[in-house]
Nanobody, 121 residues
């Protein structure tokens, strides 16, 4: 089992900043990829940013230059620094993790419960 603890969501004005954090715990060897997805009302969940154990990052185009994802391998954690926030960034943000289990060639993917980010004046 894997547990994800998310924090950092809230209400900010346009142009403001927030920092999201996700910490994973449970019975696994190491993480392969962690990151953040988001879902706005009436829309499908979409990728925001991910980072691999090796440090390879991926961002959706609309957040490039504004968001920065980073990792803390010792804690199996990731953070997402969100700057220059726009109203269209409003969504529930979900932490995602794919971990390698102790059994060879066994993996697990899991989701956090979600944290609300609202950008409004």
């Amino acid at each position: 089992q894997v547990q994800l603890v998310e924090s950092g969501g809230g209400l900010v004005q346009p142009g403001g900043s927030l920092r999201l954090s996700c910490v994973a715990s449970g019975s696994f060897f190491r993480f392969n990829v962690m990151g953040w997805y988001r879902q706005a009302p009436g829309k499908e969940r979409e990728l925001v940013a991910t980072i691999t154990n090796g440090g390879v990052v991926n961002y959706v185009d609309v957040v490039k230059g504004r968001f920065i994802i980073s990792r803390d391998n010792a804690r199996t954690a990731v953070s997402l620094q969100m700057n220059s926030l726009r109203p269209e960034d409003t969504a529930i943000y979900y932490c995602y993790v794919n971990v390698q289990l102790y059994t060879m060639n066994r993996y697990y993917s899991g989701w956090g419960q979600g944290t609300q980010v609202t950008v409004s004046s």
